[in-house]
């Protein structure tokens, strides 16, 4: 059975944690879209880690981690987190990479640096891992898949010094800054080639395979639905589709076979990056949630950069499980709402005089106003309780409002950042 856990928010909504937990009972845990661009923070019992490529099942022995073709892969990067993990204590992990997923080359690095450089102050706030540039060439056909590495030096170097033909043009001539050396990087690709040689697979015929077999498999989804450039806050989304749906395709496996959509839903808003974020709240209130976030504060796994804070959004919430095609939702990070008298929550927008619960375009967004509704806060820690009825009244209550709200049914309630550290409803 295929399960996929996505989420439904920004990103950072637990993704990690839920995946590492389900993980115990998976035979194979795939990375099917994204790159190293946003981290999944995992606390377990070889402390805590911050996962940007390797999949959330690789403190599981048992696990095949797999890098499906829709992952931009950066080699030097996964390494760098294999090896780290290593170093820590945990078993090597079971890897394995898609010979067809495409390769983040150095200079996709360096292009998303520039751009940003050029847009100054219109800049998306990128984490300059080269995402961007790596999908755009992805679909431009001038990508390199894992299989390209590893064919004869001659066909290599052919394709890198045709590519290099166009890239050279725009380094020269739009961002006036050096020339990339064909040799230099023939020989970067030799070097990756051999770093991933080992755990190449066919992996499509793998999936069929595994699928045929019954095996428990987990899509590991990276960001959230209002990150996915056709249904989020289009200019300032990532450039990979952060829906269940395109596991079918990043993970290559029959669309029918995702039997379970598990949405992970924050118990309120964090955002990173630019754009439209209609639940935005500042200034105290807002550091005050930020430095209670999460575990040890709402600050970017990858970047270290503060997040930007807001309250729950049921409007956005509702819309993201349903592009998710959700069938149940994870609810996380409950417990630092502990704090509050009242909690806020969004449960309308309103645009040009009329109030909306559904998610609108980005024209609309950026002129949307919270239409806000606040519920009596439960004053408690409740990190530690395993049952729901062991919650507090008006703890239940909010998960009752928000599920009604968003319309999906909140089957897991997450307390705290530890693998234990959740109550099953
Ligand atoms: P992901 O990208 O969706 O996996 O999310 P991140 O790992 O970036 O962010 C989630 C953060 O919240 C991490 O620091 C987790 O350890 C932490 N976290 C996850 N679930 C909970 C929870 O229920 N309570 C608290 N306090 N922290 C949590």
């Known amino acids: 059975m295929v399960r996929a856990i996505v989420g439904a928010n920004w990103g950072d909504e637990g993704k990690g944690k839920i995946t590492d937990m389900l993980a115990?009972?998976?035979?194979?845990?795939?990375?099917?879209?994204?790159?190293?661009?946003?981290?999944?923070?995992?606390?377990?019992?070889?402390?805590?880690?911050?996962?940007?490529?390797?999949?959330?099942?690789s403190f599981n022995p048992h696990v095949v981690n797999m890098i499906g073709n829709g992952v931009a892969l950066d080699i030097p990067e996964l390494f760098k987190e294999l090896d780290e993990i290593v170093r820590r204590g945990v078993p090597k992990p079971n890897l394995v990479i898609s010979e067809r997923a495409q390769v983040l080359m150095p200079y996709h690095i360096l292009f998303d640096t520039y751009e940003e450089e050029r847009l100054s102050d219109r800049k998306f706030g990128s984490t300059k891992s080269g995402i961007a540039p790596f999908y755009s060439d992805k679909y431009a056909k001038i990508g390199f898949?894992?299989?390209?590495?590893?064919?004869?030096?001659?066909?290599?170097?052919?394709?890198?010094?045709?590519?290099l033909e166009v890239k050279n043009l725009i380094l020269e001539h739009v961002y006036h800054r050096p020339l990339i050396d064909a040799q230099e990087l023939f020989q970067t690709l030799k070097g990756y080639a051999d770093m991933v040689r080992p755990y190449v697979?066919?992996?499509?015929?793998?999936?069929?395979?595994?699928?045929?077999?019954?095996?428990?498999?987990?899509?590991?989804?990276?960001?959230?639905?209002?990150?996915?450039?056709?249904?989020?806050i289009y200019p300032f989304t990532t450039s990979s589709h952060t829906v269940a749906g395109f596991g079918a395709v990043g993970a290559g496996i029959p669309p029918y076979e995702i039997k379970d959509i598990i949405t992970v839903v924050k118990a309120y808003s964090s955002a990173v990056g630019a754009g439209a974020f209609v639940s935005e709240i500042f200034g105290d209130e807002a550091d005050e949630l930020r430095r209670r976030g999460g575990d040890g504060g709402e600050y970017g796994a990858t970047t270290g950069r503060p997040r930007r804070m807001g309250w729950f959004d049921c409007v956005a919430t509702r819309y993201g499980c349903m592009v998710?095609?959700?069938?149940?939702?994870?609810f996380t990070v409950l417990d630092v709402l502990g704090y509050l008298d009242e909690v806020p929550v969004c449960v309308g927008y309103e645009v040009d005089g009329a109030v909306t619960n559904e998610f609108p375009t980005t024209d609309k967004l950026n002129r949307a106003k919270p239409v806000l509704k606040t519920l009596p806060g439960w004053k408690s820690d409740i990190r530690g309780i395993k049952t729901y009825e062991g919650l507090p009244e008006n703890c239940r209550n909010y998960i009752e409002f928000v599920e009604e709200q968003i319309g999906y049914p909140i089957k897991v309630v997450s307390n705290g950042p530890g693998r234990e550290d959740i109550i099953f409803r």
Not at 33 to 45: E, F, L, R, V, Y
Not at 149 to 157: F, I, T
């Open 145 to 163: 898949q894992v299989w390209e590495l590893l064919q004869d030096d001659g066909a290599l170097m052919e394709k890198i010094k045709n590519v």
């Open 324 to 330: 998710q095609g959700t069938t149940q939702v994870a």
């Open 24 to 57: 115990a009972e998976a035979d194979i845990v795939i990375r099917f879209q994204g790159g190293a661009n946003a981290g999944h923070t995992i606390i377990n019992d070889y402390g805590k880690f911050a996962l940007h490529l390797l999949p959330s099942g």
């Open 201 to 232: 697979i066919n992996s499509v015929e793998f999936m069929h395979k595994a699928i045929r077999e019954g095996k428990n498999i987990l899509l590991e989804g990276q960001l959230g639905s209002l990150k996915d450039p056709d249904f989020g």
